[in-house]
């Protein structure tokens, strides 16, 4: 990718973070259970039916491992948390990937830059030795 494709596309993952709405990470996992008491239907040995489902929300911060349980008429509210963390993951990481090789890039070109000048530089002392060595076999 050119440096401007680069620096363009950067300025458009910015304004996709700008819109992102709120955001939890984690991921939602539906239980079904057993309550263990008798008679009941979760443990009818015809066509036993668990209770749930329960949603369980679990999620890693800073290093900790939690979870917790999300009432029914959250879950909606959830998923869409969940979903616009995931976006903003992946927005992020795609600026980090490109912020690498722009960085490189520049790098490179600054260096292509300076050679050329270097090389310019050397070409002009070489062209004044020479006049100068050639003043002295005189
Ligand atoms: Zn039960």
């Known amino acids: 990718m050119q440096i401007q494709k680069m620096e363009k596309r950067i ?3 910015k304004g996709k973070l700008v819109l992102i709405g709120e955001m939890r990470p984690g991921s939602l996992n539906e239980q079904l ?3 263990g008491r008798s008679n009941c239907r979760c443990t009818a040995p015809k066509k036993p039916q668990k209770h749930g489902p329960y949603y369980q929300l679990s999620y ?3 290093g900790k491992s939690t979870s917790q349980f999300v009432q029914k008429e959250w879950v909606g509210a959830v998923r869409s948390q ?3 963390y995931k ?3 992946a927005l992020t990481a795609e600026w980090v990937d490109i912020a690498l090789t ?3 890039e520049k ?3 600054d260096k292509e830059r ?6 310019a530089l050397e070409q002009k002392q070489r062209a004044i030795r020479g006049t100068r060595s050639r003043d002295m076999t005189r």
């Open 11 to 13: 300025e458009e993952i």
């Open 102 to 104: 722009l960085a490189k």
């Open 82 to 84: 969940l979903a616009n």
């Open 33 to 35: 259970t057993v309550c």
């Open 114 to 119: 300076h050679k050329g000048e270097t090389l």
């Open 107 to 109: 790098l490179r070109a």
């Open 60 to 62: 890693v911060h800073q």
């Open 87 to 89: 976006h903003f993951k």
